[in-house]
């Protein structure tokens, strides 16, 4: 039998119908506690872009437009429950999330109030993210 990892995808939305475009962060209900980027298991069957698209729609009741495929990040210990990959997309929404599926909470924030306690590697995705949106600098791939 194989072990492969599992594939994932995470969605940074920008709320494009506010000042300073901030982004959406769900308070997970499920271990590992804390705030995480939307996202979630791709569906044996699914492409990754559907799947970023129900992902935020399950977790934060907004119909997303993908923008781009940002990184992959592929570390094998960033998910202490297994091996995964996720492959994030930056996309742009409009309207008022609101938490459902496994997010306990949901939360609108600014570039310069992100909380400190964020599950998997999402602050490293997020400081990628930042330096890219805006400095327009690709970050450097990190074995």
């Not at 129900?54 to 934060?60: C, D, G, M």
């Not at 297994?82 to 909470?105: L, N, R």
Request: hydrophobic share 40%; aromatic share 10%.
């Amino acid at each position: 039998m194989y072990r492969n990892p599992a594939p994932t995808v995470d969605i940074i939305i920008e709320l494009i119908d506010r000042p300073h475009r901030p982004i959406v962060l769900i308070e997970r209900h499920f271990e590992p506690l804390g705030w995480a980027i939307p996202g979630g298991f791709v569906d044996y069957g699914e492409s990754v872009e559907v799947a970023a698209k129900r992902e935020a729609l399950e977790e934060t009741a907004l119909e997303v437009e993908l923008i781009e495929q940002f990184l992959v990040y592929s570390d094998p210990s960033r998910d202490a429950r297994k091996h995964t990959i996720s492959i994030v997309f930056i996309a742009t929404a409009t309207g008022e999330p609101q938490a459902g599926d496994d997010a306990k909470g949901l939360k609108i924030f600014e570039p310069w109030c992100v909380p400190n306690n964020l599950c998997f590697d999402h602050d490293r995705i997020l400081r990628d993210y930042w330096q890219h949106r805006h400095y327009g600098i690709r970050p450097r791939l990190g074995y």
